[in-house]
């Protein structure tokens, strides 16, 4: 069981929007952490869409967006296109007293209907 | 462009050994820390181990510890994976990544090489 929860599944026609959560506790996602987020198409490597909670990389479309209150982070992909059909993982960068680890959640399958 | 291919896995009997390598280019390996995340079928992402950008310090998850070493040869541009005691439960495919303490991020990913874990 992963630390960080998502829902197993989420959905919706194109042109919709889909909001995936991501939920831990203070001590991985809440106060100073960071969240990222990663898409996986299937038999391909994870690729990172967010980082630092909520900023996109460049070559990422601005339809992603990240946000995160409290313990809880969210993913919004706005305007779904057939492309965005994929597994998407948040995943929290925890360091403290000189140690690393990173903590991923349990991944949401996103289906374009 | 920054690139990271990994080699070595295969097929092992439970309780032996394998070490994958990873080969960077494109971008200032030693300024990087490393990781390894592995997926096992059908499954989701999983932290293994991880190494400080000058190989000073490791980082291990409890499921690999004791077993699992990581090391880094800057001066080469690898990265690699030494898995011992290997159990069926370390069936998986497994990713390098490089870490960006800019945007902590693992923001490059290897296509993975797939190690199974089978009498």
């Known amino acids: 069981q992963s630390a960080l929860t998502q829902p197993p599944s989420a959905s919706g026609s194109p042109g919709q929007s889909v909001t995936i959560s991501c939920t831990g506790a203070?001590?991985?996602?809440?106060?100073?952490?960071?969240v990222s987020w990663y898409q996986q198409h299937p038999g391909k490597a994870p690729k990172v869409i967010i980082y630092?909670?909520?900023q996109r990389p460049s070559g990422v479309p601005d339809r992603f967006s990240g946000s995160k209150s409290g313990n809880t982070a969210s993913l919004t992909v706005s305007g779904l296109q057939a492309e965005d059909e994929a597994d998407y993982y948040c995943?929290?960068?925890?360091?403290?007293?000189?140690?690393?680890?990173?903590?991923f959640g349990g991944g949401t399958r996103v289906t374009v209907l | 462009q920054a690139q990271l291919v990994e080699s070595g896995g295969g097929v092992v009997q439970p309780g032996g050994s394998l070490r994958l390598s990873c080969a960077a280019s494109?971008?200032?390996?030693?300024?990087?820390?490393m990781h390894w995340v592995r997926q096992a079928p059908g499954k989701g992402l999983d932290w293994v181990i991880g190494?400080?950008?000058?190989?000073?310090?490791?980082y291990y998850a409890d499921s690999v510890k004791g077993r699992f070493t990581i090391s880094r040869d800057n001066s080469m541009n690898m990265l690699f994976l030494q898995m011992n005691s290997l159990g069926v439960d370390d069936t998986a495919v497994y990713y390098c990544?490089?870490?960006?303490?800019?945007?902590?991020?693992?923001?490059?990913w290897g296509k993975g090489t797939m190690v199974i874990v089978s009498s």
């Open positions: 494109g971008f200032n390996f030693g300024g990087h820390g």
């Open positions: 990544a490089k870490y960006d303490g800019d945007v902590r991020a693992l923001d490059v």
């Open positions: 190494i400080r950008y000058d190989g000073s310090q490791t």
């Open positions: 203070s001590s991985n996602v809440g106060g100073y952490y960071f």
């Open positions: 630092n909670n909520a």
């Open positions: 995943a929290s960068y925890i360091a403290s007293n000189n140690w690393v680890n990173w903590m």
